[in-house]
T-cell receptor, first 112, second 113 residues
Framework: QKEVEQNSGPLSVPEGAIASLNCTYS??????FFWYRQYSGKSPELIMF??SNGDKEDGRFTAQLNKASQYVSLLIRDSQPSDSATYLC????????????WGAGTKLIIKP | NAGVMQNPRHLVRRRGQEARLRCSPM?????VYWYRQLPEEGLKFMVY????????ESGMPKERFSAEFPKEGPSILRIQQVVRGDSAAYFC???????????FGPGTRLTVL
């Protein structure tokens, strides 16, 4: 059973601080890793994807991948109240290059 | 450039009725994916289609559910004889090719009374 695990939260972070969201996955052969943001009652919105070990930065967002530890994280610098949402981690398993296995999401709350 | 479009946005059906959910992918995208999301849960893959072909329907219940993506027109997810457990948000996503980066539509929220 391929699984993607996330802490459901809520994770509460003061405005301006760094928010750190974590995700672990069970399929060691997973190739692609995605972070989506979902506001309440809305559809998921792609924030970042990462394929290689290490860090990938895009504006205030940094994705970190460690395949040996089967761990992917998302850092949000200078957190804003508008960052308050549920963050979904999704992973493509080894035997598929299109099917996404999703975590249940971490609810992030940025306190003004 | 219009994004992925889904309609209706909200659909109410009584038990035993049929639900038809429509999805128009982004322009230039020929790959469509359907997902279901229950409250406070992650998305669950249902089916992956290309034009006129079902590529993978491993996540779709074998009974009552069907999907199509005709040569012309939107992709359709059909649920026959709906039951209360079918109440969920159904999201459609599209991509330009098989290698993900899927873009999501606004979803259809189905409520079965």
């Amino acid at each position: 059973q391929k699984e993607v695990e996330q802490n459901s939260g809520p994770l509460s972070v003061p405005e301006g601080a760094i928010a750190s969201l974590n995700c672990t996955y069970s399929d060691r052969g997973s190739q692609s890793f995605f972070w989506y943001r979902q506001y309440s009652g809305k559809s998921p919105e792609l924030i970042m994807f990462i394929y290689s070990n290490g860090d990938k930065e895009d504006g205030r967002f940094t994705a970190q991948l460690n395949k040996a530890s089967q761990y992917v994280s998302l850092l949000i610098r200078d957190s804003q109240p508008s960052d308050s949402a549920t963050y979904l981690c999704a992973v493509t398993p080894l035997d598929s290059n299109y099917q996404l296995i999703w975590g249940a999401g971490t609810k992030l709350i940025i306190k003004p | 450039n219009a994004g992925v479009m889904q309609n209706p946005r909200h659909l109410v059906r009584r038990r035993g009725q049929e639900a038809r959910l429509r999805c128009s992918p982004m322009k230039g995208h020929s790959h469509v994916y359907w997902y279901r999301q229950l409250p406070e849960e992650g998305l669950k893959f249902m089916v992956y289609l290309q034009k006129e072909n079902i590529i993978d329907e491993s996540g779709m219940p074998k009974e009552r559910f069907s999907a199509e993506f005709p040569k012309e027109g939107p992709s359709i997810l059909r649920i026959q004889q709906v039951v209360r457990g079918d109440s969920a948000a159904y999201f459609c996503a599209s991509s330009p090719d098989q290698f993900v980066e899927q873009f999501f539509g606004p979803g259809t929220r189905l409520t079965v009374l």
